[in-house]
């Protein structure tokens, strides 16, 4: 497994840009997951877990969803109480499947109008946001006893809207950061050099809550209107350019969002490591982020399954290498394992920087 050629990677179904990266990449593609070195993933992966063998690896651990849910995700976070939690980063959020932290919301945000997002545990692409600042709305939803069972269910959140967002020619800007669960033994982490920053087609303006164009900057959104992803959509170098900000994304918001996902991380290590008797896992995720107008930044979700698509100029120039990167990381992690050698000073990691390394330790 030193080069593209002999390495072999099963794409389920589901996987038909990661499939489209890989053959781009030069690598096999197997038809049987029973001859790849690889199995990558989408859907239906929970039934691989026990099936992987020693040689092979699964883009996905057992437990991500504990910070890919965002129920589960506000629930470790809401739990933790220790020193050394970053300064904010994840906007007030309130488990409503808890009736304590329910109770904590309205005493919270009664007599405000302030607005508030709720927003269901394990959806993504703006699916299951509702903005509101009427919390009668919620007090209605919550008295009907299946919106609490379909709460508890998905895990349901509400969460303060950043209302105050940094602005690109006053439309809204959001990005995405991808990162990379290597190893859990030892744990290695790395965040990827470049992001996928997005804006609104629609300038921003507080209020009119019930325009999702205004507020949400998922493609998925943003094309219904008139949506060109050359005009929307750029790298870090773009950015920087548009905000006259040269060198602030990596002097200044990468090493913040690092430290933000170190700590998520680490905060969910005991979780996340339980995992089958053998074979290899890893997860590549995206961390979606929005800056205020202060430069502060707030994350909103992390999905384990973030879209991958490339037909526009701005993917295409990002996801084929972040996605043979991934790959190179994890089967020299594998090839070292097989001759038991360590997993330190990995020669295939280039746009990839460490946040967590216990292989130094």
């Known amino acids: ?23 781009l990449s030069g690598y096999t593609i197997a038809d049987d997951p029973e001859n790849a070195h690889i199995l990558w993933m989408r859907n239906e992966h929970y039934g691989y877990f026990y099936l992987v063998k020693p040689a092979q690896a699964l883009n996905h651990l057992k ?73 009668d709305v919620l007090r209605n939803m919550l008295a009907d006893k299946k919106t609490r069972k379909e709460f508890k269910e998905s895990r349901t959140i509400i969460q303060k809207y950043v209302n ?71 790298t870090n170098v773009g950015m920087e350019e548009r905000l006259g900000r040269p060198g602030y994304i990596a002097d200044c918001l990468l090493p913040r969002v690092g430290e933000c996902l170190r700590y998520i991380v680490l905060l ?44 526009d100029p701005v993917k295409a120039e990002l996801i084929p290498d972040l996605l043979d990167e991934t790959i190179r990381i994890v089967s020299e992690i594998m090839v070292r394992r097989a001759n038991k050698e360590p997993i330190n000073d990995l020669e295939s990691v280039f746009k990839y920087k460490p946040i967590i390394d216990e292989c130094q330790q």
């Open 164 to 234: 105050n967002p940094l602005l690109d020619n006053g439309c809204k800007i959001s990005f995405r950061t991808y990162f990379l669960i290597a190893s859990m033994k030892p744990l290695l982490v790395y965040l990827y050099d470049d992001c996928l920053f997005k804006t609104t087609t629609v300038p921003y303006k507080q209020g009119d809550y019930d325009n999702r164009m205004i507020h949400l900057t998922n493609s998925c959104q943003q094309m219904q209107g008139d949506y060109d992803p050359g005009r929307f959509k750029f």
């Open 268 to 311: 969910a290590r005991k979780k996340l490591k339980r995992r089958p008797f053998f074979g290899n896992y890893f997860a590549m995720m995206g961390a979606d982020w929005v800056i205020d107008e202060d430069l502060n930044v707030w994350l909103t979700e992390i999905q384990k399954g973030p879209a991958l698509k490339f037909g």
């Open 1 to 23: 497994m030193n080069s593209t050629e002999s390495l072999s990677i099963y794409c389920d179904p589901d996987s038909v840009n990661a499939r489209k990266s890989f053959e």
């Open 63 to 135: 437990n991500e969803s504990w910070i890919t849910n965002k129920g589960c995700l506000t629930q470790i976070l809401n739990k933790d109480k220790s020193c050394d939690k970053p300064a904010a980063f994840y906007p007030d959020s309130y488990c409503l499947w808890h009736k304590k932290q329910v109770k904590s919301f309205f005493d919270t945000a009664d007599g405000k109008d302030d607005p508030w997002m709720i927003k269901t545990g394990n959806l993504s692409s703006t699916k299951g946001i509702t903005l509101i600042t009427d919390l």
